[in-house]
C-alpha cells in the first residue's frame, strides 16, 4: 500500500474514528496533488471526488459521495447530526442546520468538525462544518448549528 493512501486512511480514522479511513478510501483510489505545493490536495474514486484535504488544517472535507459511503458501510462513525424530518428538505436544498431541529448528534462532535447530516431515517441530507459542540448543540435552543456545504438536493 502506497504511502499517501495509508496517510489519507489514517487522517480519515482520526478524524471520524478508527476503521473508517479503509472503509470510505478503498486501495484503487486515486488523488491528486497541488501543482503548487505537491501536496496531497483531492481523494477520487472512479473519477468522482470523495473528499478534500484541507491545507489550512490538515483535514477532510467530504463530499456527498463520501457521506453516503459512510452512512453505509461506517455507522460507527463519530461524524453524524440527525436533524428533525419536517426541515430535511431545507437541509438537503443546501440550508443550515439550526440547534433546535437536531434530534442526536454523536457525543464525539466538537466545534469545526466535518459532519454529516441524516434525517430521522437515516437519509444523508448534506454535509458541512459545525459550529456547535455535541454538548452545545444538545443545550441550545438557537442559532446555527451546522453550516451546510453541500446539499444532496442542490439546484
Known amino acids: 500500500m502506497d504511502n499517501n493512501l495509508a ?3 489514517s487522517i480519515a480514522d482520526y478524524q471520524f ?17 497541488s501543482p503548487r505545493t505537491g501536496r496531497i490536495r483531492y481523494i477520487n474514486l472512479n473519477g468522482e471526488r470523495l473528499a478534500t484535504l484541507r ?4 483535514v ?10 459512510m452512512a ?6 463519530k461524524c453524524f447530526v440527525t436533524v428533525q424530518n419536517e426541515v430535511s428538505k431545507y437541509i438537503a436544498a ?3 442546520v439550526f440547534a433546535v431541529h437536531v434530534v442526536k448528534v454523536d457525543t464525539e462532535v466538537g466545534a469545526k468538525d466535518e459532519v454529516i447530516a441524516l434525517d430521522e431515517d437515516g437519509q444523508v441530507l448534506a454535509v458541512g462544518r459545525t459550529v456547535l459542540s455535541s454538548e452545545e448543540m444538545k443545550a441550545s ?15
Request: glycine residues 14%; without cysteine.
Open 141 to 155: 435552543k438557537t442559532g446555527v448549528a451546522v453550516k451546510v456545504r453541500h446539499g444532496t438536493k442542490e439546484s
Open 72 to 77: 453505509d458501510k461506517t455507522p460507527f462513525a
Open 60 to 69: 477532510l472535507s467530504l463530499s456527498l459521495k463520501a457521506a453516503q459511503i
Open 7 to 9: 496517510k489519507v486512511r
Open 55 to 58: 491545507p489550512t488544517d490538515g
Open 17 to 33: 474514528g478508527k476503521g473508517v479511513g479503509a472503509q470510505l478510501f478503498p486501495d484503487n483510489i486515486e488523488i491528486q496533488y
Open 94 to 96: 443546501g440550508g443550515d
